[in-house]
């Protein structure tokens, strides 16, 4: 009796040892079960190294390709640059009549990497940080429209305008404005974000990894949980044939910001996918019009005369975007784009210009800009088609440190040529680069009737009549303008034939969803 007590005594510890190892087990597996074929694998991606790990300082594509991936944006911009609800930590808003008074429904629920719940508290530290003149990030001009943000509770926020603003949603989703932890203390090594990756290890000059957020807040179309990778490393290379070879060998998956000069090899590998689409990244030909020679505009319009911007757009990249109108706003804007003829190249007109400002043996410029690519073969091209209307070019190529340095170069010589990249909206280029006084002023232009149609097509709330101011301001570029736009590139990726849910965006080219991105 003894032994078969001590027998039935045994199973039954065993039985409860199972039973009780399974509890636990099926608990932890359960969160499992909201997994789909697509989870699963890491990604690899190869750029240069980031420089301010805080978003709010963010200055390069690699500071902001990396904080994208820990945090959230409280409206998040789709890849036709408009705000989708259904990716933002909001998840609802609305203005009042007037669009001065916006407010924000959060979700509730979103959890930072910690553990600590996401709270009204923490939208109001981000923005009040980003608005700060004695922080004194890059972002004090954009938000300085907000009079005030307050939080009628833990999941409301509302923002306070002085004027009208139509783009404000889009405002709030500059690549700076990451949601950030009110209680963290140093941004640039704590990564303490709500994001669908976790930053595991980074390690300055090497490389990145991140792990998948267990706990993130979004779920695909089929409730399933994102993002569907359980991990990505970013390795850090500054030579960018390194990085197309290490795409090729398989050592990472995408590259963003592909230079158009490996497309047509890449092309040609069934081991690779490249992605374009028309975005409004563009390198400006530019001339200072507050001293001579450009401040004549008959000069500004026989330079422009004498470009042929089609020619440059396929010599330069091989044809892989869209030649220019010498606005700073392209075709991806749609109807806010104004869709004229490319000016016809006219090397006698250019001649005949020339002579009228009295340069009637030709005039001698010196072009400074960077060395990268496609910099100098838009310069080459560009000198040769000004040689036969008698303009002598020199080209002088500074690294890019130089040219943005601490000397301001790019906002002092006389002719530049300087890289512009995508915005959500047209606005931002003329309230940096071309109204009177702008930060970023490098053509040094006044036009009072541009500063006019700008500061009321800032505040229009009617699409319609936006259109229209935006189409005159367009027509002043055209007519008098100090720029030249030889083309938009298109945003061009390469990526591992396997990887699957790139969706190409026509903003910036670091904006893809990688939430939604998986392995065959």
Same mark, same amino acid.
């Given at each position: 009796?003894?032994?078969?007590?001590?027998v039935?005594?045994?199973?039954?510890?065993?039985?409860s040892?199972?039973?009780v190892?399974?509890?636990?087990?099926?608990?932890?597996?359960?969160?499992?079960?909201?997994?789909?074929?697509?989870?699963?694998?890491?990604?690899? %991606?190869?750029y240069?190294?980031?420089?301010?790990?805080?978003?709010?300082?963010? /200055?390069?594509?690699?500071?902001?390709?990396?904080?994208?991936?820990?945090?959230?944006?409280?409206?998040?911009?789709?890849?036709?640059?408009?705000?989708?609800?259904?990716?933002?930590?909001? &998840?609802? *808003?609305?203005?009042?009549?007037? #669009?001065?008074?916006? /407010?924000?429904?959060?979700?509730?629920?979103?959890?930072?990497?910690?553990?600590?719940?996401?709270?009204?508290?923490?939208?109001? %530290?981000?923005?009040?940080?980003?608005?700060?003149?004695?922080?004194?990030?890059?972002?004090?001009?954009l938000?300085?429209?907000?009079v005030?943000?307050?939080?009628?509770?833990? =999941?409301?926020?509302?923002?306070?305008?002085?004027?009208p603003?139509?783009?404000?949603?889009?405002?709030?989703?500059?690549?700076?404005?990451?949601?950030?932890? $009110?209680?963290?203390?140093?941004?640039?090594?704590?990564?303490?974000?709500? #994001?669908p990756?976790?930053?595991?290890?980074?390690?300055?000059?090497?490389? +990145?990894? %991140?792990?998948?957020?267990?706990?993130?807040?979004?779920?695909?179309?089929?409730?399933y949980? @994102?993002?569907?990778?359980?991990?990505?490393?970013?390795?850090?290379?500054?030579?960018?044939?390194?990085?197309?070879? $290490?795409?090729?060998?398989?050592?990472?998956?995408?590259?963003?910001?592909?230079? !158009?000069?490996?497309?047509?090899?890449?092309?040609?590998d069934?081991? +690779?996918?490249? =992605?374009?689409?028309?975005?409004?990244?563009?390198?400006?030909?530019?001339?200072?019009?507050?001293?001579e020679?450009?401040?004549?505009?008959?000069?500004?319009?026989?330079?422009?005369?004498?470009?042929?911007?089609?020619?440059? @757009?396929?010599?330069?990249? #091989?044809?892989?975007?869209?030649?220019?109108?010498?606005?700073?706003?392209?075709?991806?804007y #749609?109807?806010?784009?104004l869709?004229?003829?490319?000016?016809?190249?006219?090397v006698?007109?250019?001649?005949?210009?020339l002579?009228?400002?009295?340069?009637?043996?030709g005039?001698?410029?010196i072009?400074?800009?960077?060395?990268?690519?496609?910099?100098? $073969?838009i $310069?080459?091209? *560009?000198?040769?088609?000004?040689? &036969?209307?008698?303009?002598?070019?020199?080209?002088?190529?500074?690294?890019?440190?130089?040219?943005y340095g601490? &000397?301001?170069?790019?906002?002092?010589?006389? %002719?530049?040529?300087?890289?512009?990249?995508?915005?959500?909206?047209?606005?931002?280029?003329?309230?940096?680069?071309?109204?009177?006084?702008?930060? *970023?002023?490098?053509?040094?232009? /006044?036009?009072?009737?541009?500063?006019?149609?700008?500061?009321a097509a800032a505040? &229009?709330?009617?699409?319609?009549?936006?259109?229209?101011?935006?189409?005159?301001?367009?027509?002043?570029?055209?007519e008098?303008g100090? +720029?030249?736009v030889?083309?938009?590139?298109?945003?061009?990726?390469? !990526?591992?034939a396997?990887?699957?849910?790139?969706?190409?965006?026509?903003?910036?080219?670091?904006?893809?969803?990688?939430?939604t991105?998986?392995?065959e």
């Amino acid at each position: 009796m003894l032994k078969k007590f001590v027998v039935l005594l045994v199973v039954l510890l065993i039985a409860s040892l199972v039973l009780v190892s399974c509890g636990p087990t099926a608990t932890e597996e359960e969160p499992e079960e909201a997994l789909s074929e697509k989870h699963g694998g890491v990604l690899g %991606f190869a750029y240069y190294a980031p420089t301010n790990m805080d978003p709010a300082f963010a /200055s390069t594509v690699a500071d902001e390709h990396v904080a994208r991936q820990y945090s959230d944006h409280l409206v998040f911009i789709d890849e036709e640059n408009e705000p989708d609800v259904n990716r933002s930590v909001a &998840e609802d *808003w609305e203005s009042n009549e007037d #669009g001065t008074v916006w /407010s924000f429904a959060l979700r509730q629920g979103i959890m930072f990497h910690d553990g600590k719940e996401m709270t009204s508290r923490d939208v109001k %530290f981000t923005y009040d940080r980003l608005r700060d003149p004695d922080v004194g990030t890059a972002t004090v001009g954009l938000y300085s429209n907000i009079v005030d943000i307050t939080t009628p509770d833990d =999941y409301s926020i509302v923002f306070e305008l002085a004027d009208p603003n139509p783009d404000f949603l889009k405002d709030l989703a500059d690549y700076h404005a990451l949601i950030m932890d $009110a209680d963290n203390t140093d941004f640039a090594t704590n990564f303490n974000g709500t #994001g669908p990756f976790i930053v595991e290890q980074y390690i300055p000059e090497d490389r +990145i990894t %991140f792990t998948r957020n267990p706990n993130y807040w979004m779920t695909d179309d089929d409730g399933y949980a @994102l993002p569907y990778l359980d991990g990505m490393e970013f390795i850090f290379l500054s030579d960018s044939s390194a990085q197309v070879e $290490a795409l090729r060998g398989g050592q990472v998956h995408y590259l963003i910001y592909l230079s !158009a000069e490996f497309v047509p090899m890449l092309e040609e590998d069934p081991n +690779i996918e490249i =992605y374009q689409k028309p975005s409004n990244t563009a390198w400006v030909i530019r001339m200072r019009s507050d001293r001579e020679p450009a401040s004549d505009v008959r000069v500004r319009q026989a330079i422009k005369a004498a470009t042929d911007r089609s020619a440059i @757009l396929e010599g330069a990249i #091989g044809g892989l975007g869209i030649a220019g109108r010498d606005t700073p706003f392209g075709p991806s804007y #749609g109807d806010i784009y104004l869709d004229v003829p490319e000016p016809v190249r006219d090397v006698d007109e250019a001649k005949r210009l020339l002579e009228e400002a009295g340069y009637p043996d030709g005039l001698d410029i010196i072009i400074h800009t960077q060395e990268q690519s496609p910099l100098p $073969a838009i $310069a080459t091209i *560009w000198k040769e088609q000004l040689a &036969e209307a008698g303009i002598n070019v020199e080209i002088q190529l500074v690294p890019s440190e130089v040219y943005y340095g601490a &000397e301001n170069m790019w906002l002092e010589v006389d %002719f530049g040529i300087t890289d512009w990249g995508s915005r959500p909206y047209p606005q931002p280029y003329l309230d940096l680069a071309y109204v009177t006084g702008a930060q *970023w002023n490098e053509t040094h232009w /006044s036009d009072p009737e541009l500063d006019t149609l700008a500061a009321a097509a800032a505040m &229009e709330l009617d699409r319609d009549e936006r259109i229209k101011l935006y189409h005159e301001i367009q027509e002043i570029f055209i007519e008098r303008g100090p +720029i030249i736009v030889p083309f938009f590139i298109n945003n061009l990726w390469g !990526a591992s034939a396997d990887l699957k849910g790139l969706n190409p965006t026509s903003g910036l080219g670091t904006a893809l969803d990688l939430r939604t991105v998986y392995f065959e």
